[in-house]
């Protein structure tokens, strides 16, 4: 379930959020700085760590055993 849960910290429709809080936690560091200067890069990463959580999280809640 929390691969799930985290999957949706990552939804694209969350990105101007998620992005926001990224660049203002991260000000000031060169991680900060990439943020800023690759924000379509930071964008695909996202939403590529979206897929794969939410993926994960469903097909670990259909492999569970009933």
Known sequence: MLWVVGGFVFCPC???I??????SVLAGT???VMLRE???LAASLIT?????ATWRGIWLLRSTKQ
Do not use: K, S
């Not at 998620?18 to 660049?23: M, Q």
């Open 14 to 16: 969350h990105l101007p």
């Open 18 to 23: 998620t992005l926001a809080v990224l660049a």
């Open 30 to 32: 060169t991680v900060g």
């Open 38 to 40: 690759h924000v379509v």
């Open 48 to 52: 590529g760590v979206w897929i794969l």
